[in-house]
């Protein structure tokens, strides 16, 4: 039968304050089509933002409500979460699947110990280095595909760090206005790191999976914020190619937008160019069920140009990409 497996960031999904444009209501009126034309059997979504509602714990009322009329309406969800019940304010990842979800969990700074890091260019200057913490933790939901012929699925989620460099100490004028050039320089350096760390502790549960089941099929889909030639995706991937260990070419995974025609390749318009941030990455034993991949990137805008606001553009700012697999 078909699976339907799909990736989005659906950029900071929230309600907003009354009076506010865009309202939660203009952006669903626009991006419920993109969910509903996914067809998504199981979807993972980054930057959900969690709702509020007197004496009940934060939940995911935005993404219900842009779920509600899809076929994902009133599918089972699994979302990252602070200690507790509740989920995080800001910048949930969330798995959304009408199939049976067997196991989950979160990691972050479980299998790469948190870096530590001496500031060069703090104003004051740190006394010791400072602790360089990830913010967002990577899911992990295991999804049992018996109903389709699939077997278990290990489904990874990610959203890494942005090229957005980090705060530093003194070095920031205002919002957008650095101090200094080494001072940008160091805090997208930091920035670097933190991608890094995230990239590393997947590329480690991958292979903490596959130690337990040489045969595991996964699939690690979100927002990388790396193109599929920088350092944090060839790092999750494993290519022979870097490792030079041919023994290992049973546990390198494959990026399936590679059948996506290279004009169409990309979920994110920035600056006048296509770039291909959002992933999917399969180990190799699910190519044989693998019928081809779509990237809904028609009316994507530039979210870098100046007229390029929410206001004007309630819509993602990322495209949706969604892969097919056959397991008849």
């Known amino acids: 039968m078909v699976l339907r497996i799909a990736t989005f960031n659906v950029e900071n999904l929230d309600e907003t304050p009354s ?16 969910v509903a034309r996914l067809r998504a059997d199981i979807a993972c979504f980054q930057e959900v933002h969690g709702q509020e509602r007197p004496g009940q714990p934060r939940a995911l009322l935005a993404l219900r409500e842009l779920l509600g009329g899809t076929n994902l309406d009133g599918a089972g969800m699994v979302s990252t979460k ?17 199939l049976p979800i067997v196991a989950h969990r979160q990691l972050r700074n479980e299998l790469v110990a948190e870096p530590r890091y001496l500031r060069l260019t703090a104003i004051p ?12 933790p990577i899911l992990h939901v295991e999804v049992d595909l018996s109903s389709v012929g699939g077997g278990r699925l290990h489904v990874i989620n990610v959203h890494l760090k942005s090229k957005i460099p980090t705060d530093i100490p003194g070095q920031k004028i205002d ?39 040489a045969d595991a099929r996964i699939v690690v889909a979100g927002d990388f914020n790396a193109t599929p030639e920088d350092v944090p995706v060839l790092a999750i991937r494993g290519q022979v190619e870097d490792t030079g260990n041919g023994d290992l070419a049973g546990r390198i995974l494959v990026p399936v937008e590679q059948t996506v025609p290279a004009s169409s390749r990309y979920t994110l318009y920035h ?58």
């Open 125 to 136: 200057a740190d006394p010791a280095p400072v602790s360089v913490g990830v913010e967002r």
């Open 82 to 98: 602070p200690d507790g019940d509740a989920v995080y304010n800001e910048r949930n990842l969330v798995v959304v699947t009408r």
């Open 271 to 328: 600056q006048g160019h296509g770039q291909m941030l959002d992933h999917m990455l399969v180990t190799r034993n699910l190519l044989a069920f693998y019928r081809g991949s779509e990237i809904h990137n028609e009316v994507l805008h530039d979210e870098s140009a100046a007229f390029g606001t929410d206001r004007k553009y309630p819509e993602s700012d990322h495209a949706p990409m969604v892969a097919t697999f056959d397991f008849d």
């Open 19 to 34: 009076g506010a444009r865009p309202s939660l209501a203009e952006r669903v009126a626009l991006m419920k089509p993109q």
């Open 175 to 213: 919002s957008y206005t650095w101090r200094t050039a080494d001072g940008w320089a160091e805090g997208v350096f930091i920035s670097s790191m933190k991608r890094m760390s995230q990239a590393l502790e997947v590329r480690r549960l991958v292979d903490q999976i596959l130690d337990a089941e």
